[in-house]
């Protein structure tokens, strides 16, 4: 759906899914609990996961994506983490009748990155029932919007750090600029964002673990949330980042659908 169809379905008289409004992830006081969040990108309407952002690398895994979120949601999951991954190509929503179908399917909240760069965007999507919308390019590009719009819409703005290296990427990941992934986080200290989604690229979808040391070390550098994705192949890698005490979430996706983690089991393991 093109983005102006998709702003202009806002006025169709829609509602959105009743949900329960979006909390900060931990309680301050306790030792955070590690929140599993399975993935589901989607690329041209279909499930899929990629190999380090790369578009040309990608695996169909499901070409129901709204059946595939039920089954994560049936297995036990607190959240889902939704990328409209030709949305982050376009830098408007693309894939917003599978994230729809998906809102609709799923009694749990959701947060979706991908192609969301303006006001209007976000609250379309919030009014649609997303939980929590994920900001990456425009952070860099666009501060001030992601200022106003956590203020806006406390708890449901999170900012999407990715990078190569320490470096923030954007526009997909086809885009290097020369910011640093920690001085990013921390221009957002005391914006109000609920969390900041951090991806190293170069352990994106290659199964090869995530990258604990640079996560921590983040999440020790910021006291917004810091939640891992990238590389999150097995119970032992949830475990680790679990362990650090400080990384409050952990996104997974290949590791999940080709069963290296089983998501009932992992659900389990976090909860003890
Ligand atoms: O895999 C990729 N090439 C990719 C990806 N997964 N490119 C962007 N993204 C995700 C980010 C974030 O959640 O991890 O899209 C979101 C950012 O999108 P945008 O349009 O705000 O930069």
Not at 132 to 153: C, D, K, M, S, Y
């Amino acid at each position: 759906m093109p983005a102006w169809s998709f702003l202009a379905s806002l006025t169709s008289g829609r509602v959105a899914n009743p949900r329960p409004p979006c909390k900060t992830i931990a309680n301050q006081n306790q030792r955070p609990q590690l929140i599993l969040f399975p993935a589901i990108d989607l690329k041209d309407g279909q499930a899929v996961r990629l190999v380090h952002g790369d578009m040309a690398q990608s695996t169909v895994f499901n070409d129901d994506p709204a059946a595939q979120a039920r089954s994560f949601v049936d297995a036990g999951c607190q959240w889902l983490h939704l990328v409209d991954l030709n949305g982050a190509f376009a830098g408007a929503p693309v894939n917003a009748a599978p994230v729809e179908a998906i809102l609709k399917a799923c009694p749990v909240p959701a947060q979706l990155g991908g192609g969301i760069r303006d006001m209007a965007t976000i609250e379309a999507w919030l009014s649609k029932g997303l939980a929590r919308v994920i900001l990456g390019t425009v952070a860099v590009e666009n501060p001030h919007l992601v200022r106003q719009a956590a203020r806006a819409f406390p708890g449901q703005v999170a900012v999407g750090i990715d990078a190569r290296n320490g470096r923030v990427a954007t526009k997909g990941w086809a885009e290097e600029t020369d910011v640093m992934v920690t001085d990013l986080a921390r221009s957002f200290e005391d914006a109000g964002v609920a969390a900041i989604i951090y991806t190293d690229i170069l352990r994106d979808g290659a199964m090869g673990g995530p990258n604990i040391d640079a996560t921590a070390a983040l999440a020790r550098a910021v006291s917004i949330p810091v939640i891992a994705s990238g590389g999150v192949s097995s119970l032992a890698d949830l475990q680790a980042l679990k362990d650090t005490g400080v990384i409050e979430g952990a996104i997974s996706g290949r590791a999940l659908y080709d069963g290296a983690i089983d998501l009932k089991e992992a659900l389990a393991a976090l909860a003890d």
